[in-house]
């Protein structure tokens, strides 16, 4: 039963003092036991409560058989202080939500990694789940005896096959974690002067099969890490609160990373097996950046109900970006955020599902709302909104600001009316009429640009304050001069710009779309390639990408940009992300017919870059190719050649495999047994253009037996880009048969479920029936609610694609 928000309120003041010992034992294959202690006390003796344990299995409280249902076992006649114990037998999760046990198809060798998050916890240990009830936590694990476990608190003793971790300072259920495995590790000890010694214990930790990985790019790692954690601890006024700081590589995890305190994990595909490309280490680098925030915003001062969780995130996703430029190096952060990272933002600000960055507590009675919640509003846009933020308060003010909310909260819980008091203290500006107009309302505004005679005038239609950069250009879009402008509800003339190309939002300081003039948007098309700053340039491509998103320019017209444009291109960030744009926008807006035209010149630009010889375009120029080229014996000749990166291997397996020639699958499978090879299989597998082929993957994506990454991977090939006609027949079946599988899962598989939309390219007839077939099942009201949000979101975004609306 799913804990909701009035329970929650009413636990909050009855306990305190919560200190949970705890003891795993992960020895068997079948299942593992938990032995719990967890004491507290209550502010009304006599009262009843409750603790959460999810599947638990001979459930005993202080010896007894426990009384325990529903998932809840009961607490009742509680005294002024409390201590009881919980032991029971816990099964091991194959989806990523609870104690996610993976084999490795490498070695063989056994994973078990707890991955909790909201609501889940409960399915690892008994706990009283919910953000503002935090507990010290002292946990001890028995595991087989070639592993090594980690977790949150620092290792104290091992004893034979046991570990003993230190007791952590006060955090909530939600973050409670820790991983055991054959695990490969680099460790350092990192110079930090609050510490006793003078320095903190460092790791990075991935799967024994990744080692050739790990060591190759430990330097790089062990680098963004510690200049990240002394730029923290140089900025922020609270000691970092944790005994060590130990991040994994983990098999199994739902998301891109997680913060949990003193133990960080990330998918285990972000170390990658071939080259990375520049926006994947640019990723790695502001996820870094973005999880080591959160000890201090998210762990140390979290939020006191879900519908806050834009408190963590939207300020965890900011520090990512800008940490990762002014701390570890990637200076461009911020370009690759304003084309791949803030349009998510603007997607899904449209749709009807967009709600306020912070949302009122009763829109989130449960952790199920609050899941679906966790969008890109609360990352891309709160992001956005702070980075704006930050921008009109000044840094200096911002920074006053965020280090009053950390220490006053510290260990604590703060909701938005804490943090803007915080922001109020240490700033001259109306903060809470800022928070009105950014956080609490929907949308997002947009900046035209107009002509008076040759003069540009600058209007918002919208309701927000802005403070941003406009630049001017020449006919050549070469920059003439730069101003900056504060945009409210009167028009700003640009006088000093009569005559001249103009560009709001030249810095991207804001979140609102551009609408240029249209003697600004001619230049611009002529000479976009020309402009110098490549943040300029993706802001640029962002708005034609809008444009085309908005039916104000065609798919056509955006793929002849790209055609003169994107081939001059030399910025990795710009031209990889605007590569990824391409497909989108190609997938989900182009008729079937006008696919194999555009594909090939996306590939073609693509073949372009990676014949070019430039190092830095190469990884990511020639996966692309690979993927969409229909070359096919230049896609055979890459497989002949042994130095060949291995993602690019499998994209040209997965385009062959796509193009009617699977025999190369077995071979790469066979050559390649990492994981991440495992699931580049699944989905060449998944592509191949046969009838009996695609009854045969439908049959293995439907099972209900797949784990999360395989289910992931085995949706991203189904819906094959020139396959329309053949999967004719799936589209309703995957509504259906999706929706049973939906119901017979949990949230992340339900998740996983709405990730596999059939996003290809269909003429509009179809998507009409593939929208009716959504909407009629929708209707019924037995769709679970991440599915439902996932289904009404894709909805909205097909509804964009139709020539009159449905
Ligand atoms: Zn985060």
């Known amino acids: ?18 200190h949970t010992v705890v003891h795993l034992d992960l020895t068997s294959t079948e299942d593992f036991g938990v032995e719990a202690t967890i004491s ?13 344990l999810h599947g638990g299995t001979d459930v005993t409280l202080d010896g007894e058989p426990a009384p325990y249902a ?10 002024e202080t409390n201590e009881v114990r919980i032991t029971a037998r816990m099964p091991y999760v194959h989806d990523g939500d609870g104690m996610t046990e993976t084999i490795d198809p490498a070695d063989g ?30 946990l001890s694990v028995t595991a087989p005896s070639h592993w090594t476990v980690v977790a ?57 099969s990744q080692e050739r990985e790990l060591r190759r790019d430990a330097d790089e790692l062990k680098r963004i890490t510690s200049t990240c954690f002394q730029h923290y601890t140089s900025i922020f006024e609270p000691e970092y609160p944790y005994a ?86 990637y200076t461009d952060a911020w370009t690759s955020a304003a084309i791949t990272r803030k349009p998510t933002g603007y997607r899904a600000d449209r749709r009807r599902s967009s709600h306020p960055i912070a949302e009122d507590e009763d829109n989130v009675l449960d952790a199920d709302a609050a899941f679906a919640n966790a969008d890109m509003i609360t990352y891309a846009k709160g992001n956005a909104s702070l980075s704006q933020l930050g921008h009109w308060l000044g840094e200096e003010d911002f920074l006053a600001g965020v280090n009053k909310h950390l220490t006053t909260h510290a260990f604590g819980n703060a909701d938005l009316a804490d943090f803007l008091d915080s922001l109020d203290s240490e700033s001259e500006h109306d903060v809470r009429a800022w928070a009105k107009a950014w956080l609490r309302t929907t949308g997002f505004d947009t900046l035209v640009v107009t002509r008076d005679g040759d003069v540009p005038v600058l209007t918002r239609e919208g309701s927000r304050p802005h403070r941003l950069t406009v630049s001017a250009y020449d006919d050549a879009m070469q920059l003439v001069d730069s101003r900056d402008v504060q945009l409210g509800d009167e028009p700003v003339r640009l006088e000093e710009f009569a005559g001249r190309v103009v560009v709001p939002n030249s810095g991207d300081e804001t979140f609102a779309v551009i609408r240029p003039d249209e003697q600004s948007w001619s230049a611009i098309t002529a000479g976009l390639s020309s402009v110098e700053s490549q943040l300029t340039r993706a802001v640029l491509w962002w708005t034609a990408v809008d444009l085309t998103e908005s039916k104000v320019i065609g798919v056509g017209e955006l793929i002849a940009l790209a055609d003169r444009h994107l081939r001059p291109e030399t910025h990795p960030l710009v031209f990889e992300g605007v590569m990824r744009n391409l497909q989108t926008i190609t997938r989900r807006y182009a008729a079937p017919d006008e696919v194999a035209g555009h594909l090939a010149v996306i590939a073609d630009i693509a073949r372009e870059a990676t014949d070019g010889g430039d190092p830095a375009l190469a990884p990511g120029a020639s996966r692309v190719f690979a993927r969409l080229s229909s ?13 060949v990166d291995p993602g690019v291997r499998w994209a040209a397996v997965q385009r062959l495999a796509e193009l009617g020639e699977p025999s190369y699958i077995d071979a790469e499978a066979e050559r390649d047994k990492s994981v991440s090879g495992h699931h580049a299989a699944l989905t060449a597998r998944a592509l191949v253009p046969t009838e009996a082929a695609k009854a045969e993957t439908w049959g293995r994506l439907m099972s209900g037996e797949l784990g999360n990454h395989e289910l992931d991977a085995v949706g991203a090939g189904f819906w094959g880009w020139e396959q329309a006609d053949l999967l004719r027949p799936y589209l309703t079946r995957y509504v259906s048969e999706g929706l049973a599988l939906a119901q017979r899962s949990g949230q992340a598989m339900g998740d996983l479920i709405g990730d596999a939309f059939p996003r290809l390219p269909l003429t509009e007839d179809v998507r009409r029936e593939l929208r009716a077939a959504v909407a009629s099942a929708l209707e019924t009201g037995d769709v679970p609610t991440v599915l439902a949000r996932s289904w009404n979101d894709a909805l909205d975004d097909l509804d964009r694609t139709l020539t009159t609306p449905s």
């Open 1 to 18: 039963m799913p804990l909701m928000l009035p329970e929650a309120r009413e636990r909050a003041v009855l306990l305190t003092d919560v």
């Open 40 to 52: 507290f006390r209550c502010t009304q003796p006599g009262a009843s409560s409750f603790l959460e």
């Open 70 to 79: 529903d998932g809840r076992i009961a607490l009742t006649d509680l005294a």
């Open 109 to 138: 060798e056994r994973y078990v990694c707890a991955h909790t998050s909201m609501d889940i916890t409960q399915k690892v240990i008994p706990c009283f789940d919910q953000p503002d009830i935090k507990s010290t936590f002292a």
């Open 152 to 208: 949150n608190g620092a290792l104290e003793s091992r004893e034979g096959d046991t570990w003993t971790f230190t007791t952590t300072p006060p955090f909530s259920s939600y973050l409670f974690t820790l991983v055991g495995g054959p695990w490969v590790s680099v460790t350092w000890d990192e110079p930090y002067a609050p510490a006793p010694g003078g320095t903190l214990p460092f790791g990075w930790h991935a799967r024994a």
């Open 244 to 329: 060590d700081f130990q991040q994994v590589f983990a098999p199994g995890l739902n998301w891109g990373a997680m913060e949990f305190p003193g133990c960080v994990v990330y998918r285990d595909e972000a170390l990658k097996q071939g080259t990375p490309t520049e926006l994947e280490r640019e990723w790695v680098a502001s996820t870094i950046a973005h999880e080591m925030a959160h000890m201090w915003f998210g762990d140390l001062v979290t939020m006191k109900w879900w519908n806050d969780i834009w408190l963590n995130e939207s300020f965890a996703d900011f520090m990512g970006y800008d940490v990762a430029g002014v701390a570890a190096g």
């Open 631 to 643: 070359d096919r014996e230049r896609l055979v000749d890459w497989l002949g050649q042994d130095d």
